[in-house]
């Protein structure tokens, strides 16, 4: 079945560094690829996605590519803010009659003034 | 207000109770999903709903039953709670279901079984 897997958590930054959280997937065909953020308290939200390879995602300054190659949709963001503590998910989705998001475990970010 | 809301969002309970987590959406989407989230697991779904009187299992649906009897409502059952069911249930739903579309989660219901 389909999996994903994320670098494990958690991860601490100073406010504006660079940062990545590596997702890789294996699923059947091609899949949608996505990432959600759960800020502390509250539901998950969806942060980006795309749905073919060499798509790149964006939203709020975060951006993901779609690689095929190397089956990877890693999270990047060049200047973090104390306002992108969160929990990251990646997800994908490759339908073949499923109606089921598979979930990586969560990457938990801190960003410190 | 629009959106999807979940009831309670707090829950102690004892094992072998029943218990039941209410979901409403505003949005008249017709797909919905209840999922848990366990430290280490990120989530798994449940059950999911493809419309009205229309369920199926997901991925770790053992203990728990759901029914929707309302294009709005997916409450999720658990008929005799157990220590392993402690964590914290999300519900989602969206428009249509493709590689396309987005899902979008209520705020949660963290349960602890004692």
């Known amino acids: 079945g389909d999996s994903v897997t994320q670098m494990e958590g958690p991860v601490t930054l100073s406010e504006e560094a660079f940062l990545t959280i590596n997702c890789t997937y294996t699923?059947?065909?091609?899949?949608?690829l996505f990432w959600y953020v759960q800020y502390p308290g509250e539901g998950l939200q969806l942060l980006l996605k795309a749905t073919k390879a060499d798509d790149k995602g964006s939203n709020k300054g975060f951006e993901a590519t779609y690689r095929k190659e190397t089956t990877s949709f890693h999270l990047e963001k060049g200047s973090v803010q104390v306002s992108d503590s969160a929990v990251y998910f990646c997800a994908s989705y490759s339908g073949a009659g499923s109606y089921q998001l598979t979930f990586g475990k969560g990457t938990k970010l801190s960003v410190i003034p | 207000d629009a959106g999807i809301t979940q009831s309670p969002r707090y829950k102690i309970t004892e094992t072998g109770r029943q218990v039941t987590l209410m979901c409403h959406q505003t949005w008249s989407h017709s797909y919905m999903f209840w999922y848990r989230q366990d430290l280490g697991h990120g989530l798994r779904l449940i059950y999911y709903?493809?419309?009205?009187?229309?369920?199926d299992k997901g991925e770790v649906p053992d203990g728990y039953v759901v029914s929707r009897s309302k294009t709005e409502n997916f409450p999720l059952t658990l008929e005799s709670a157990t220590r392993s069911q402690t964590s914290v249930y999300f519900c989602?739903?969206?428009?249509?279901?493709?590689?396309?579309?987005?899902?979008?989660f209520g705020p949660g219901t963290r349960l602890l079984v004692l």
């Open positions: 699923a059947t065909g091609y899949p949608s």
């Open positions: 709903s493809a419309a009205a009187d229309i369920t």
């Open positions: 989602a739903s969206s428009e249509r279901w493709s590689s396309q579309e987005t899902q979008y």
